[in-house]
């Protein structure tokens, strides 16, 4: 697979970091799958990713309609498997656990097409560790955004 060939993101967790990696790959035209285990969380992540646009908006650096197109790209999903269904991308961005984030890419490679890649947004978890059960551990890697991700948006487009 190649980065041309990447058209929806899957994220895993909508919290602290997962909805601002979800708005990073929406705003760059990515369409994005969201799942949060707590459904209070994958709720109000679209009301956050709107507020992550204000101070961008005040200082004329995004426009009101960007907000819009980010949130039309961002799908809440009501389950991992839903979740897998359609990324070519997958990242993860749960709490600091290691035996949770094993189960949770076990389910995803149960679930995930056979080419999608996997990537942790770990900051302090050996990716060797997590990944150490997958079945192919060629298509996992780690990633790290820094908090908050949103910020990203002014860096430039993810897929440079």
């Given at each position: 697979m190649e980065l041309k060939d990447i058209g929806r993101i899957g994220?895993?967790?909508?919290?602290?970091?997962?909805?601002?990696?979800?708005?990073?790959?929406?705003?760059?035209?990515?369409?994005?799958n969201l799942y949060d285990a707590d459904k209070a969380t994958l709720e109000a992540a679209k009301g956050k990713i709107e507020a992550n646009f204000k101070p961008f908006i005040a200082l004329g650096l995004a426009k009101p309609e960007d907000v819009a197109g980010c949130l039309g790209r961002v799908s809440p999903c009501p389950s991992l498997e839903a979740l897998c269904k359609g990324p070519q991308y997958i990242i993860e961005a749960i709490l600091e656990d290691l035996e949770l984030k094993r189960k949770v890419f076990s389910e995803v490679e149960r679930h995930a097409a056979p080419d999608a890649i996997f990537s942790s947004n770990t900051s302090a978890i050996s990716i060797t560790e997590i990944g150490a059960a997958l079945k192919n551990k060629g298509r996992f890697l780690g990633t790290h955004f820094w908090p908050p991700p949103g910020v990203a948006l002014r860096g430039g487009d993810p897929r440079r």
């Open positions: 994220v895993i967790g909508a919290g602290l970091m997962g909805h601002g990696i979800a708005q990073v790959f929406a705003s760059a035209g990515y369409n994005v």
